[in-house]
C-alpha cells in the first residue's frame, strides 16, 4: 500500500511506472517534501470558509438562546411568542434532556475507542461478524418502530435493513482483504505519537461544541413549539452538526495524511531525511490556507461515496434484468461522474499540493485511472466498513438515548433518539478517521 499514488508528482503522474523503486522513493521525497513544507500556498475555497465561519457563530449564537430560554425558567426570552404555540405548556426545561445528550455522548466515544480495539485486533472473523450485525440492528429497530406506531421509521429502517443486506451479500469476498488493510492502517497510524496528540486535542474541541450543540438541542426538544415546528428546527441543527463534524474530522484528516505522507515518502519517521516539525507546518496548512477546501468537500464527499457503494453493490447483483440494470447503469454513471469532483482521495491532494478542493479530488481521480490503482482502490471495502461501525454506533447511542427517554416522555422518544444518534455517529467517525489516512496511501 506503501507504493499508492497520492504522493507522486503533481507534474508527471505516469513517473512512477517510469522509474525503478529506489529511484521513484528518491526523487518523490524531494518532490513532497519541496511541496509540503517549503512552498508558499495561497488561499483556496474561500467562500466556502467564510459560509462555514458564518454559520459557526450564527448558530452558535442560536443554540446558546435556545438552550438559555428554557434553563431553569420556562420561556425566559418569550420566544413562543414567535413560534404561535398550539400546544399545552408542560414546563419541560433544558437540564431535563441536557443530561440523556451528555450520556449520548459519552457512549458514542466509548463506542469509537471500543471500535478501534477491534479493527486493530487479528480478530477476522469478529470483525465480519461486526458487518452482519448492522443489518440484524436495522431490522430490529424496524420492528420496535413498528410497535410503537413509528410507521415512518419503521419503513424507513426495513428498507435500510434491506439495502445492508444486499451490499453486504455483494461484497462478502472482499471483506478478508479489507480487514488486512484495515489492521495495517491502524498499526502504522499508532506508531505515529503526533498522530494521537492531533486526535486528543480535536477530539477536545469535537466534544466542546457537541456540548454547546446539545445545550441548545436540549432546548428545542423542551420547547413549547408544536412537534412539526421541532422537527424542522432540528434538521437545520442536525445538518450542521454533520458539516461541522466533517470539517473537523477532515482537518484531522488532512493532518495526518501530510504526517503518514512523510513518514511513507522518507522510509520512517525516524529517517535522517525526515523534515524539522513536520506536525506543525501540516496543521498550520490545515487550518489556513486548506480550510476552505476541507469545509466545502465536507458538504458533499461523504454522501455522494454513501450513495456510489450502495449503487455499485446493488448493481452487481442485478443479473439478466436489463431494463433495472439500465436505470441502475445510468445512476451508476451519474454518481461516477460526482466521485470525480467529490471524493476522499482529494483530502490527500490537499495535505501534499494545497490545492483547491476540486482539483484536488479530480487529479487524484486521473491519477489513479493513469495508474491502474483504480481497481484495487474499487476492491477495497476499508471505507464502508468504517461507514457500518460509524453507522452501529450511531444506532447504539440512540436507542440507549431514547431508552432512558421513554421512562420519562413517551412523546419524546424519537425525537431525542434520532438526534442522539447523530451525535454518536459523528463521534465515531470522529475516532476513526485517523485510521483512514494510512488506507488513502
Known sequence: MSDSP??????????????????GRSRRSTDGSQTLLSESRHWRDVFWLGIFVIHLI????????????RFKKTDRFNISRYTNQKVETKGELTED????????????????????????????QMLKISVHILTTYLAVISVLCFWCDQFFWGVAFAIAAALQFLYV?????????TMLVLQKAVKMVWSLPEVKRVAYVFMAVMLLWMGIWSFGTAGVVASDMDDGG??????????????????????????????????????GRDSVSMPHNPLVKSLRYAVTTSLGSI?????????????????????????????????VDFLFHLV??????????????????????????????????????EALVAYDCSGAVLLMGTIVGGLITGTCAG?????????????????????????????????????LH
Not at 451479500?169 to 482483504?177: A, G, K, Q
Not at 464527499?301 to 447483483?317: D, F, N, P, V
Open 295 to 327: 469545509c466545502y468537500g465536507s458538504l458533499f464527499t461523504a454522501a455522494i461515496r454513501t450513495l456510489r457503494w450502495e449503487i455499485r453493490g446493488i448493481r452487481s447483483k442485478i443479473g439478466n434484468n436489463e431494463c433495472l440494470l439500465c436505470c
Open 336 to 373: 461516477e461522474t460526482l466521485v470525480r469532483f467529490f471524493n476522499k482521495y482529494a483530502y490527500v491532494q490537499i495535505a501534499v499540493y494545497g490545492k483547491g478542493f476540486n482539483r484536488s479530488a479530480r487529479d487524484a481521480w486521473e491519477l489513479f485511472q493513469s495508474t491502474g490503482v
Open 58 to 69: 450564527g448558530l452558535g449564537f442560536l443554540l446558546s438562546v435556545l438552550g438559555l430560554n
Open 403 to 439: 431508552a432512558w427517554t421513554y421512562t420519562k416522555w413517551h412523546d419524546r422518544v424519537v425525537m431525542v433518539g434520532s438526534t442522539a444518534m447523530l451525535m454518536g455517529m459523528v463521534l465515531v467517525s470522529f475516532l476513526l478517521t485517523t485510521r483512514k489516512n494510512y488506507i
Open 169 to 177: 451479500i455483494s461484497v462478502i469476498d472482499r471483506l478478508s482483504f
Open 6 to 23: 497520492a504522493p507522486s508528482s503533481n507534474s508527471d503522474p505516469g513517473s512512477i511506472s517510469a522509474v525503478d523503486q529506489t529511484g
Open 97 to 124: 434532556y441536557w443530561p440523556i445528550y451528555a450520556v449520548a455522548g459519552g457512549v458514542g466515544a466509548l463506542l469509537g475507542w471500543m471500535w478501534l480495539l477491534l479493527l486493530g485486533s487479528p480478530a477476522n
Open 230 to 267: 421541532r422537527w424542522w428546527l432540528l434538521l437545520v441543527l442536525s445538518v450542521s452538526l454533520f458539516w461541522t463534524g466533517a470539517v473537523l474530522c477532515n482537518t484531522v484528516h488532512v493532518i495526518v495524511s501530510g504526517m503518514v505522507f512523510l513518514v511513507l515518502i522518507h522510509d
